[in-house]
């Protein structure tokens, strides 16, 4: 960095350089007209002014990649920019400063998360953004089960010493998954990077992040490996703003050798969260360590998530956890019956739960768990009978329960077209009409009300739904392929 009476207060120098600070806003100004928002945001607001000294203007972007990027890319335009500013001033540079501040953080901050910042840490429940994943549900007392890692972090989860490879039951359904975990957890070379794994609620994407973690541990001791949930990420990102300490935030997220932040989509339409991860994303990047995100959906259906940060998160290894089949199942349940070994569960019993309970591995394993406590209880061995009976309302929400997110999945599937693109708002009669056939078949399979639905698919009003299922009943009675279509998806969704 140039040391000169110019030189900013903020970098160490002395001279109050309001004049210096005033052309730069100016030149900011000058770029914001001249590009797109979405540029002008990802690429020039992050920069900051460094200094201009002996013709030349020195700012600094918080990663390498930005810098390289900006000087590829706009390095002409910025020059430009500057001369009209300051006829001096004849030449740029570009320097990667991390850790700096780039701007006010406070007046970047979506209506969430300014709430947050003004409420204090207790109100986290209240701004959570509807989740389907309910966390709490079935992680059994974590009090007792889940330890501090010793990774060395003040900042990461704790992982739950259950979540290891070793009790990871590999099938069709997850075996890239697994792999790719596998292959993270024993490198310390980054092979692809990020890796993304996404897949539905219960089907292992954080007992894998968790088997990371320990493995990578175990193996490469001094490594920082750091987990957290991208709602941790948020509330410390926060808290860093309330506490005006942002650059230690951003030093120590900076310093981890291994970074997994669980359920992406939980950053959705939190702008400035957004932007600070994408910092810390492309730093880490930058310097080769390693990144694994995982989320409910693959990188271009994650909606309210930046399209920028969008793109970035397919750079590496996508891979996808899909729904289990009966054969993993089984191979759970047999998995978990082998470390109770002093109650007797007849392989019949494990064969009718692995078929009946379908929706997720999460419930497969509350179902057992519950025929065990049960069996304990009474001292008898699990029979059949008494499955049916101990486990009465759970076969029955299974047969019948189906989510709007499924139906979602299901229909876009089965018309070729993109969930996302379903969510949208387009108006294209080939996305227009299957939306309509999803809101139809929400209605009709799941309890949801017409603002709930509504508010599922990308925030509709309510009477958009009602117009749907109306539409859709009419259509049923005089257009022959639509019904056709209907019930082959009523078909899917009750076996
Ligand atoms: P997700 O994060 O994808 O919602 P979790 O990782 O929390 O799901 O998994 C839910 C439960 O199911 C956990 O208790 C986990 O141990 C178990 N589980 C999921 N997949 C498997 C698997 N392939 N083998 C063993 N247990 C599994
Ligand atoms: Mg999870």
Redesign the pocket.
């Known amino acids: 960095m140039r040391n000169s009476k110019g030189l900013r207060p903020e970098f160490g120098g002395e001279g109050v350089a309001n004049d210096m600070e005033f052309q730069w806003s100016r030149v900011l100004e000058r770029l914001k007209t001249e590009f797109d928002d979405g540029v002008f945001n990802s690429w020039f607001k992050p920069l900051a002014l460094v200094n201009v000294d002996e013709g030349c203007a020195v700012m600094a972007a918080p990663t390498r990649f930005m810098r390289n990027w900006l000087q590829s890319n706009y390095a002409e335009r910025i020059r430009l920019a500057w001369s009209k500013e300051n006829p001096d001033v004849t030449e740029i540079d570009i320097i990667v400063l991390s850790g700096f501040r780039s701007a006010d953080k406070g007046s970047l901050l979506d209506n969430d998360e300014r709430d947050e910042v003004e409420a204090g840490e207790k109100p986290r429940k209240k701004a959570a953004p509807a989740k389907r994943?309910s966390s709490s549900a079935?992680r059994p007392s974590p009090a007792t089960r889940v330890v501090q890692n010793n990774a060395g972090s003040d900042f990461g989860a704790p992982l739950d010493p259950?979540?290891t490879f070793d009790?990871?039951?590999?099938g069709k359904s997850?075996e890239l998954a697994y792999a790719a975990a596998r292959r993270v957890a024993e490198n310390t070379a980054v092979h692809f990077n990020p890796l993304f794994l996404h897949?539905g609620?219960?089907?292992?994407?954080?007992?894998l992040m968790h088997a990371i973690a320990w493995a990578n541990q175990q193996m490469f001791p001094e490594r920082r490996v750091v987990y957290l949930s991208a709602e941790q990420f948020m509330y410390q990102f926060i808290s860093s703003i309330r506490f005006k300490d942002t650059m230690s935030f951003k030093q120590k997220f900076r310093s981890v050798d291994l970074l997994m932040i669980d359920d992406l989509q939980f950053i959705a339409n939190k702008e400035s969260t957004q932007e600070e991860f994408f910092h810390t994303f492309n730093a880490l990047i930058d310097h080769h360590h390693q990144v694994v995100i995982s989320a409910d959906r693959s990188p271009t259906d994650l909606e309210g998530i930046e399209e920028r940060i969008r793109s970035r998160l397919g750079w590496g290894l996508v891979a996808d956890i899909h729904p289990t089949d009966y054969e993993?199942r089984l191979g759970?349940l047999q998995?978990k019956a082998n470390t109770v070994p002093e109650v007797e569960i007849k392989t019949e019993v494990l064969e009718f739960l692995a078929k009946r309970i379908s929706s997720n591995?999460?419930e497969l394993?509350g179902a057992l768990n519950r025929m065990i406590a049960h069996a304990t209880l009474i001292g008898r061995p699990i029979t059949m009978e008494m499955t049916q009976e101990v486990l009465q309302d759970l076969l029955r929400a299974n047969d019948r329960r189906v989510t709007i997110d499924e139906i979602q999945r299901r229909v876009a599937d089965y018309f070729n077209i993109r969930l996302s693109d379903l969510l949208s708002s387009r108006r294209a009669r080939q996305v227009a009409r299957p939306r309509q056939i999803a809101m139809y078949l929400a209605k009709a399979l799941t309890s949801k009300s017409l603002p709930e639905i509504g508010r599922q698919f990308g925030g509709r009003d309510h009477t958009t739904v009602m117009h749907a299922v109306k539409r859709i009943d009419e259509l049923r009675q005089t257009d022959s392929v639509l019904e056709e279509d209907i019930l082959h998806l009523e078909r899917i969704f009750s076996t």
């Open positions: 994943q079935a259950r979540f009790s990871f039951v590999v997850n897949g609620v219960g089907l292992g994407k954080t007992h993993l759970i998995q591995v999460r394993e």
